[in-house]
């Protein structure tokens, strides 16, 4: 029961929005699903960290979300900021059921366990904005990482988190995230967002006793990064 995970897939199946248009996402799909079949079973878990789908409303996602049942693995969804699909948790969880999506779960204020890891996270958000209203966000989106951690428990050997933003660019970041992050133990975080130029400037690898990790689909050439082998 292998882990992966990746983010910003950007699927626009069902929308007149492809991604191709942009350097570097030419023919990314065929890429994209010859790289998962190929590391990926049916008993293995895929975190997908946010901006699936293009999609404006949930039903529009059906074309986008029959693409990933029919890829192997138990998919866990994360909320991006182009996620404009997503609605409470009861309703995804209804559609997906009535969808026959089987393999699609969602992760928000949960927790996915797999063995004796705790996958966790939340969207996170910009935190160099200081706008009051952003303040606000960022607070609520502090509490849902805290109930997503939480939820854990006591049991697991490991928590493993995962964003949408970034929760460190540079030398700085968004403490509201990175001290819960050290209060629950969590030593790996990965996050998605970032593209093209900006790609060069996240950061990868250990600050702070936390290894950080970019997994945006075109910053891993769209192929999912193993967690645990």
Known sequence: MAIFAIGDLHLS???DKPMDVFPGWEG?????ERNWRTLIGPEDTVILAGDTSWAMKLEDTREDFAFLQALPGRKWLLKGNHDYWWTTTRKMET???ESGFDTLHILH????????KALCGTRGWPFDDTEAQSAKIMAREAGRLRLSLASAGDDCEEIIAFLHYPPVFGSTGAPELTDLLKQYGVRRCYYGHLHGKAIRYAVQGEQDGIRYRLISADGLGFCPQPIIP
């Not at 990314?28 to 994209?32: H, I, K, W």
């Not at 204020?109 to 004796?116: F, L, Q």
């Open 13 to 15: 199946l069902g929308a």
């Open 109 to 116: 204020n949960n927790c996915c366990r797999v063995g004796g």
């Open 95 to 97: 559609y997906f059921a």
């Open 28 to 32: 990314y799909l065929p890429r994209l």
